[in-house]
């Protein structure tokens, strides 16, 4: 662990000049804007790379660099179009709801340690709080009602169905999001985001080679089930393939934002990136050690945290998360609504709240008021209820086959085809022919006839 890096307290921001905090203010919004338009770059980049083309090459040199930027500066030059039968009102607040709450969320973030700016000793994140993550999850929440309010102000029934079904998923999936945070609290102590930082910077001492080296405690670790669920849930939160559901183009043509152009699309363009940025800052914060170097690195170099480095390996960890979720969109296909949604309510939730028991029932063992013998009566206990568990569990068999002619001779007299189902392909006219030879059954005629 690097002996130069100094973490913030709670009183180093109330110690800011205001100056130094109106610098950071704008540094922060220029930082999300610049990082908006080179995600939608490295996303179109890496998505042609996996399908084998070239992706933006011609604003910005071969490499398309500035593709984003001519893009939002057409984006506002664009005719804008209001149905008639829009509310006016809401349908101008809802964009901006989402754009608003989506940098609001960034306020609380940690970029690095303590620095010195300007001859002024500051930590380089804008402000924190003793409840930070329950701020971040109520921008969160708050971004829902962009979208919802969006959906229901167009007056169109595809963007009202969008906007519906966008909330549904986003407030599932905040449920999980926030049940894998509740494990970090349990084991940091604290909500502040800064302070969950500084928890993760101690490790365990490991002998390697004769060495001792200090192991990372990244909560990505330590938490593992929390990790996961979490990132499935973000995924899911910022409405990103194969979780893109709100935008199903086959469904919806394109969710709750079809009837958006100009300036207030790009605002909810704007305000989705951003999200992409704010769970990826998010997640490296909660679980990957923050700001703060990977351990080999920190292990054969002690300033490795101190000063604006803390920035650089922030940003490498916000880059391989958000390749993550470009990686996602360019490999897996969408997934059906119903599937989707019961995936979040009967698995993620549940395996969440069954993970937080296990885990507060560690800390109680490990914390010495148990007893051995009811440390062992109640381990003992636990494993024969997951067993049970995992025996009992209901399982739906699969219904046999039943083959065309079987089909044919169920049917009753008089009734007409059904359509085939789950997309099955109906066998040719001539295949029906060859069929009804051999088992006649009745369409709308006499028992004698054998036409189908």
């Known amino acids: 662990m690097a002996a130069h890096a100094v973490d913030p307290t709670l009183e180093t921001f109330e110690n800011d000049i205001w100056w130094i905090t109106l610098i950071k203010l704008v540094g922060v919004f220029a930082l999300l804007l610049i990082l908006t338009l080179f995600t939608i770059v490295y996303e ?43 509310d006016k009102v809401v349908y101008f607040i809802a964009p901006v709801i989402s754009a608003t709450t989506a940098f609001t969320a960034f306020a609380v973030m940690p970029l690095g340690g303590m620095v010195n700016m300007f001859g002024h000793q500051t930590a380089l994140q804008l402000t924190d709080v003793p409840v930070s993550v329950l701020v971040l999850l109520a921008c969160s929440s708050m971004s829902v009602y962009g979208v919802v309010l969006a959906g229901w102000a167009s007056g169109s029934t595809y963007p009202l169905l969008g906007g519906l079904r966008s909330s549904a998923q986003m407030i599932s999936y905040e449920v999980a999001m926030g049940l894998s ?18 928890a993760q910077a101690s490790g365990e001492p490991v002998n390697i080679f004769g060495v001792d080296l200090t192991a990372p405690g990244w909560y990505a670790v330590l ?13 899911g939160e910022t409405n990103r393939a194969p979780f893109d559901l709100p935008e199903a183009e086959s469904e919806l043509v394109g969710g709750f934002h079809t009837e958006y152009s100009s300036f207030k699309f790009a605002l909810f363009f704007l305000a989705e990136y951003i999200n992409m940025i704010t769970v990826s800052a998010f997640c490296t914060t909660l679980f990957l050690g923050g700001w703060r170097a990977p351990w080999p690195i920190t292990a054969v170099w002690e300033g490795a945290n101190a000063g604006y480095w803390g920035l ?20 897996l296909p969408r997934l059906r609504y119903d599937q989707f949604m019961r995936f979040g309510w009967k698995v993620l939730i549940p395996a969440n709240l069954i993970w937080i028991l296990f885990l507060a029932y560690f800390k109680v063992a490990r914390s010495g008021e148990l007893t051995d013998e009811i440390r062992w009566i109640s381990t003992g206990v636990i494993a024969l209820v997951v067993l049970a568990v995992f025996w009992f569990w209901p399982t739906k068999k699969k219904a046999a086959p039943v083959s065309l002619e079987e089909e044919l001779a169920a049917r009753p007299p008089g009734s007409f085809p059904v359509p085939p189902i789950d997309l099955q392909i109906p066998p040719s006219p001539r295949a029906r022919r060859a069929v009804a030879e051999r088992a006649p059954a009745t369409v709308g005629g006499d028992s004698e006839s054998k036409e189908v």
Not at 51 to 76: E, I, M, Y
Not at 318 to 325: E, K, Q, R, S
């Open 223 to 235: 938490l593992l089930p929390s990790f996961i669920i979490y990132m499935i849930a973000a995924v």
């Open 44 to 86: 179109r980049k890496v998505v042609a790379r996996m399908a084998v083309r070239p992706g933006p090459n011609q604003v910005g040199g071969r490499f398309g660099a500035l593709q984003s930027l001519a893009d939002g500066l057409k984006l506002p030059f664009k005719e804008e179009i209001i149905p008639k039968t829009a």
């Open 181 to 198: 945070i509740v494990a970090v609290f349990m084991t940091a102590g604290t909500m502040s985001t800064s302070q969950i930082v500084a």
């Open 312 to 331: 650089l390996w922030w940003f490498m960890k916000v880059l391989i998360l958000l390749f993550g979720f470009i990686w996602l969109r360019a490999t």
